[in-house]
């Protein structure tokens, strides 16, 4: 048997880098500083795509796949060939930490091979809450209304009941993921992307403010059960500097890990 791998475009269709001064209104996306929020993970939710022929599950922190299980990259939908272990977008950058020191700060979305600090905060993109239903456990999906927010953060009360598109109060593709993620919680060095939230004594906490690269993503996936799109999900991400820093030496790239395999 030939080595087959997944027809699956994981297409980053639209890419949108904005800098820290295209961002007046960075401040309103600050975290609240609880004993919950500094683990990190009380917003991680999941969905899964199944608008054509590819099953796949999606995480609100970043995470495409769910390695290797019966819901990651399942081609043809039904079938319990499983493709994929997990991807996850990867943004990485050169900064200066506190003491002039040369680091290389990366924030991604994997859940397998996970970065965590002593005391268990993941070194990862989290979720920004209120872009789903706090009360289940499903990421917001097009078609399912009950996984919406009452009300959408970045959005004003008249998008309220309305799917949160793109390009209007309207699913463009047969269905649809929305989510939005930041890197508040990435504290691996001694670096704080924002000069107007960081510690200014010895005895603050350094983890209560921003850290990371001040990155804000938004996340979309789409899939068309029409013939010509019926094997991909294409997924887009807008990417925002929210920190005061402005970023050099900025990479963009996804982290994949696919499933060889010799089934027909």
């Known amino acids: 048997m030939m080595k087959k791998l997944l027809p699956i475009l994981i297409s980053l269709l ?15 996306f600050d975290r609240e500083a609880h004993a919950a929020k500094i683990m990190g993970r009380e917003d991680r939710k999941y969905g899964d795509h199944s608008g054509n022929r590819v099953l796949c599950r999606f995480y609100n922190h970043g995470s495409i796949g769910d390695q290797s299980s019966s819901f990651s990259g399942v081609y043809p939908i039904g079938s319990g060939h499983s493709y994929i272990w997990e991807f996850s977008p990867v943004i990485a950058a ?6 002039g020191f040369r680091k290389h700060i990366v924030s991604d979305g ?8 002593p005391e268990g905060t993941p070194w990862s993109f989290e979720p920004l809450s ?3 239903d706090p009360n289940q456990e499903n990421l917001a999906m097009s078609d399912n209304e009950s996984s919406w ?21 309207y699913v463009r593709a047969d269905q649809e993921s929305y989510f939005v993620v930041d890197d508040y919680y990435n504290s691996e060095f001694e670096f704080w992307p924002d ?25 979309r996936g789409y899939q068309w059960n029409h013939p010509a799109a019926e094997d ?26 696919l ?4 089934k027909a």
């Open 110 to 117: 994997i859940s397998g091979l996970s970065d965590a600090s």
């Open 149 to 169: 927010p009452s009300s959408w953060p970045n959005r004003p009360e008249d998008w309220d009941g309305e799917w949160n598109g793109q390009y209007g109060q």
């Open 130 to 132: 209120g872009y789903a």
């Open 259 to 262: 499933i060889l395999t010799n």
């Open 195 to 219: 000069e107007d939230d960081r510690p200014q004594s010895s005895i603050e906490s350094p983890d209560d403010h921003r850290r990371g690269l001040g990155i804000k993503m938004e996340a």
């Open 14 to 28: 639209s890419l949108s880098w904005l800098s820290s001064g295209d961002h007046p209104s960075k401040r309103s």
């Open 232 to 257: 991909i999900i294409i997924v887009t991400y807008w990417i925002t500097n929210v920190g005061s820093n402005v970023l050099d030496s900025v990479v963009f790239g996804m982290l994949d890990y």
């Open 94 to 99: 050169s900064v200066l930490d506190t003491n």
